[in-house]
C-alpha cells in the first residue's frame, strides 16, 4: 500500500524542486509587480503603499501611453507581415534545397539567431544611418537624391525587428512544410496545374496553422522588443517596453513604469490565448 | 519535388545578404583604421581589437557573463532533469500546468520579468548582487534546458531500466548509470542551449545588474546608447566569432535543426 503512495507521488517529488524555485520568483515577483501598480507615488515621497487607481487612469486617459501602445502595436503588425512575406517563400525555398545545401543554409537561419541581440542591432545601426551602405547603395543606384532617414524612426525598428525575429517565422513555416506530402504537390502538377495553383490552392492552406503559429511567436516577441527599438528608435521613439524602463530607472515613477508592465503583459498573454484558441478551432483537423 | 527555379534562387541569395548584412558590416567595421567609423578602406588593422584591453568593463562583463551563464544553466539544468523524468513519465495532477508554469517565462515579456524581479530584490536586498543575476536566468533558461532534456526523456526505453532493477541496482544507481547517459545528449544540448541565451539575455539583465555585476551584452547596450564607435564594433566582432564556433559544436553534438524546430512554441 505503502509503495503504491510513494509511486503516485514520485512525480512531485521530482518536479518539487523546479516548481519551487518558480514558484517562489515567478508568481510572487509578478503579483508584487501587479499590486505595485496600484501603489502612489510622487516625486519627494516615493513609493507609497496605499491602493489607487491613480496609475491606472493616467495610463488610459493620457493619449501620450495611447499614441506609445499603439506604435508598439503598429510596429509589431508591420514586423509580423514583413516574417510573413519574407519568411514563408524562404522556407518553402530552403524545403526543396538539396540536403547538403539546405543544412548549410539553415546555418544562415539559425546563425544570427544565438548572437546576441546587441550585437545585430548594432549591424543595423551601422547600415541605416545617414552615411550607412543602404543610403549609399540607394543614392549610388540613382534611386534616391537624398538619404533617407531610417534612424530614429518606426521604419528602422521594423526592418531591425524584422531581422531579429525572421529565424523564428521559418522555423515554424519549415516546420509544418517537413509534414507536407510531396506527392500532393505532383499530383496536383500532373492534373495541370499551375506553379501559382499549386501553391494557393495546395501547399498555402497546409502550411497556414505553420504561419500563424510563427506570426503569434513574432508578434508577441515584437511587440516585447527592448534593446532593438531602444537603440534604432533612440531616446524619442518610445515603445511600451522601452517606456517602462524609463519610468524605472530614469524618472524613478515604479508604480506607474508597473502599470504599463502589466498591461503589456495581460495584452500580449490576451492576444497569445486568444489567437492560439482560435487557430486550434479553425484548424483543429490540421493539427490532428 | 521540382527543383527551385533561377527566380527563387534570386531571392534566396537576397534573403541571404539580409540576415548576413548586419553581422557582416559589423565584423567589417571592427578592422578600420580609422577613429571614426568607417569602413577599412586603406587596409585592415587591429587597432580597435588592442583598444578593448583598455577598457577592462568590457572583459569584466565579460567574465560576469561567462561565470552567470555556467553558473545559471547548471541550476537550470540541475531542476530541469528530475522535473522531465516526472513529465515525461508519469501522468498525474496538475502535470499540464506544471508544464506550462515551467514554460511561462517564454510568453511572459523580459521587461516584465526584469521589472518584477527589480522589485522582488530591492525588497529582499538582492538587487544588484550576482545571486540575484543567477536566480533571475535560472527562470528565463528553464524552458530551452526543459524542453531539451524532455525530448530526449521520452525516448527511452524503460525496459533497460527495468532490467537494471531486476539485477538489484537501487533507484540511484539506475538513474547515474542507465537513465542519465541515456538523455545525456538532450542534458549536454540542453545545458548549451540554456548557456547561450543565458550569455546573450539583455532585456531582463538590464533592469537588475548593478555596475559590479554587469553582463556583456548589458554593458554593450549601455555603451551603445552612448555612442557608437569601431570600439564597439571589435567587441562585437569578437562575440559574433565566439558564437559561430559555439554553433559548430552544437551543430555537431546535436545537429541544429532538430535543436530548433519547433523552438518557441513551448
Redesign the interface.
Known sequence: MSLVASERNTPYWLAAPGLLVFLGLVIIPLGMTALLSFYDWGQYKGIVPTFTLKNWVEIATDSYFFEVFLRTFRIAVLVTVATILIGVPEAYILNRMAPAWRSICMLVVIGPLLVSVVARTLGWALLLGSTGLVNQGLIALGLIGAPLEFMFTETGVVIALAHVLMPFMILAVWASLQRLDPQIENAAMSLGAGWWTIWRRVILPQIVPGILSGAIIVFALAASAFASPAIIGGRRLKVAATLAYDEFLNTLNWPLGAAVAMLLLVALVAIIVGSNRLIERRYAQVFE | ????GPL??V??LL??V?????????CI?AFTPEGY?SLPTRGPSLRWFKAILGYPEFLRAFYASLWLAALSSTVAI???V??A???A??R?AG?EA?TA??M??L???????G??????FT?LGLSGTFTGLV??H??VI?PFALRLVLAASYGIDRRIEHAAISLGADTMTVFRRVTLPLILPGVVSGWLLAA?NS??E??MT??IASPATTT??VR??LY??DN?DPL??AV?TC??VL??G??FAL?RLYG??RL??????G
Not at chain 2, 519535388?1 to 527551385?4: E, F, G, L, S, V
Not at chain 2, 548576413?20 to 558590416?25: M, V
Not at chain 2, 510568453?107 to 520579468?113: A, Q
Not at chain 2, 530548433?260 to 512554441?265: L, R
Open positions: 519535388m521540382r527543383r527551385n527563387a534562387l531571392f534566396h534573403f541571404v539580409f540576415m548576413l548584412a548586419p553581422l557582416a558590416i559589423v567595421v567609423l540541475a531542476l530541469a528530475p522535473a523524468l516526472a513529465i513519465r508519469y498525474f502535470r506544471i508554469l515551467f511561462s517565462p510568453m511572459v515579456p523580459h521587461v516584465v520579468l521589472i518584477a524581479f527589480l522589485r522582488f525588497q536566480l533571475s535560472v527562470i528553464m547561450i550569455f546573450d539583455v532585456t538590464v533592469f556583456l551584452p554593450m547596450f551603445i546608447q557608437i564597439i564594433a562585437s562575440l559574433i558564437t559561430a559555439l554553433l551543430d541544429l535543426d530548433f524546430v519547433g523552438s518557441g512554441k
